[in-house]
């Protein structure tokens, strides 16, 4: 039965966040969301992303983790910015890395800085990325490559780990493979023993 | 287009609901009235605003994705109707629940507002009266690929369609996070409900029936952010050595699935096309998922010896054999952000 308009109470729900056009110059100046990250390009453009993050995954929870770093920035069109870096174990302690840029197989100390426009993706053929964390955030810069691909960046960062299925608590349930590649299970609340240190390495997320 | 807004109800007040992300809570929220869900207990008739939204094409199919998303699960719509193509309104208080395209200014600047009739909580329960629901109309209404991360109309869809359920914004990986970007699962209609949307439409409404649903995803919800479980970057990969995949994988239904069949798989034709082939399988899997269940995993493969130099997208199919009689088909199947280059 319908209620009287008269007294009804209205509740509006809004789906809030826009497509706001970025541009230079102090009439478009926007304040930056807390939680976006930034890029700033060689040829001087800038773009924006989602925190970068730092995933650890542990094949085998009792050898050392092998530990990737990547984050990516958009701006206007459809060119997405990109670095993906596999870092040597001991960056979760240091917490700095240097990494080579290669266009080719990306191995502990080397990275990728790609541009990703529609279905195609160009990658720095050389160079070097280096970054450090400090309270949450990450900062740093691809050099020695074309102003199109190296840039300044800084954001925060989020972690993520993964480990096989046995060493969650409570033996949650994962893809079982029919060869031996091995299926990890990302521990959404760093409640294995191997992720727990890394519980609060992400700074404002955790 | 250019839409009036009429707003007939007088003392009325109006409440923007913009929920700060908090802790994950995976299960949908909604208001109650002594201790009962405010929901829609009478008859819902849907009114198209045909003047916004077309009879046919991609706006209209994104209508009617926005709202089945959710009926087909319990099935509370009782009627759908199109208003005529000269009502260029949509007027709020006079019982007719509709759907149309508005310019963003109307709304605040946002992509989407349902606005909601309630009666007064005074003795018992409280139902829902009236929702019209405005979705802007300069957003894309194109289906996109699964690792899509922005914001699309088709999904503002299934947002709004949540609030006229009656459902609350939440955190987690859900339709109606606060905000864009958007989770999205592969195939032809990636705009969709998740395990932590379904909960709520059975726990408010019921399922009309008992099926499992699943369906993958190549985004994912990290640390409160919505992201590309994979980097959007091709990584060059030898022939023999080992690379992996991080996917979300689902099930929305109410019922576990039972034991399925998984697999990755590689091809160098790009999304749509690319879905439903069949090809260059890297690596099988058996898994099965609880009902409202989710969880987000690396799924490990290794580049075989005969396959040719390319660049390759990388997808995961659930249930590629059919043998799980699923609520929905057609949503089993996503594509990696990451592609995979191999030369060597």
């Not at chain 1, 730092?54 to 050898?63: E, G, H, L, P």
């Not at chain 1, 100390?109 to 529609?118: C, H, I, L, P, Y």
């Not at chain 2, 995976?26 to 009478?42: L, M, P, Q």
């Not at chain 2, 989407?112 to 979705?135: H, K, P, R």
Request: proline share 5%.
């Amino acid at each position: 039965m319908r209620k009287s308009i008269a007294c009804a109470q209205l509740v509006a729900t809004l789906a809030v966040g826009g497509c706001r056009q970025a541009g230079l110059g102090p009439e478009h100046e926007l304040p930056a969301p807390p939680n976006t990250f930034l890029v700033t390009t060689g040829a001087g453009r800038q773009l924006t992303g989602t925190p970068a993050r730092i995933d650890i995954r542990y094949a085998d929870a009792t050898k050392a983790p092998d530990v990737e770093i990547m984050f990516s920035a958009s701006g206007e069109g459809d060119q997405t910015w990109s670095v993906l870096a596999a870092a040597p174990a001991d960056f979760l302690d240091t917490p700095r890395l240097t990494a080579r840029v290669v266009d080719g197989r990306i191995v502990p100390g080397t990275a990728s800085v790609q541009m990703r426009v529609d279905l195609d993706d160009t990658a720095a053929p050389s160079g070097l990325l280096s970054l450090r964390l400090y309270a949450g955030r990450l900062a740093g810069e691809a050099s020695r490559m074309g102003d199109e691909l190296a840039a300044r960046f800084e954001g925060p960062f989020v972690v993520t780990c993964a480990v096989p299925p046995a060493v969650m608590p409570g033996g949650s349930s994962a893809p079982s493979a029919d060869t031996s590649q091995p299926t990890l299970i990302v521990d959404e609340a760093f409640e294995s023993a191997p992720c727990r240190p890394y519980a609060t390495l992400g700074g404002w997320s955790r | 287009m250019r839409m009036n807004l009429r707003t007939s109800v007088r003392f009325a007040f109006v409440l923007a609901t913009a929920f700060a992300t908090a802790t994950a809570a995976e299960a949908a929220t909604w208001r109650t009235c002594n201790g009962s869900a405010v929901k829609w207990r009478g008859t819902l008739n849907i009114h198209r605003n045909r003047c916004s939204i077309p009879d046919t094409g991609i706006v209209n199919s994104a209508y009617w994705n926005g709202m089945r998303q959710w009926d087909r699960l319990s099935n509370v719509v009782d009627g759908t109707f199109v208003n005529g193509a000269g009502d260029c309104s949509i007027s709020h208080g006079d019982g007719q629940n509709e759907v149309g395209l508005v310019n963003r200014a109307n709304i605040d600047g946002n992509n989407g507002l349902t606005i909601l009739q309630l009666g007064i909580c005074f003795i018992g329960s409280n139902d829902i009266d009236e929702a019209d629901v405005m979705i802007a109309n300069d957003l894309s209404f194109t289906a996109r690929n699964g690792n899509f991360l922005g914001t699309t109309g088709r999904s503002t869809f299934v947002h709004e369609f949540g609030h006229l359920f009656g459902f609350l914004h939440e955190a987690g990986h859900t339709v109606l996070r606060t905000s864009p970007p958007h989770l999205i699962t592969g195939g032809s209609e990636p705009s969709t409900v998740w395990p932590a949307d379904t909960i709520g439409m059975s726990s408010l409404y019921g399922f009309s029936s008992s099926r499992p649903n699943l369906l993958p995803s190549a985004l994912g919800v990290v640390a409160g952010s919505v992201q590309t479980l994979d980097s959007s970057s091709t990584v060059t990969v030898c022939r023999g050595s080992s690379s992996s995949t991080r996917v979300f994988l689902g099930n929305s239904g109410n019922v576990g699935s039972g034991t399925y069949n998984l697999r990755v798989r590689l091809s160098t034709t790009a999304p749509m096309g690319g879905y439903s082939l069949g090809t260059n399988v890297v690596s099988s899997f058996t898994h099965s998922i609880g009902a409202f269940s989710q969880g987000t995993f690396d799924l490990g493969f290794t580049v075989p010896f005969w396959l040719a130099d390319g660049v390759y997208f990388i997808y995961t199919d659930m249930d590629h054999t059919h043998s799980i009689v699923e609520i929905l088909e057609g949503d089993n199947t996503t594509v990696s952000a990451k592609r995979i280059r191999v030369n060597c």
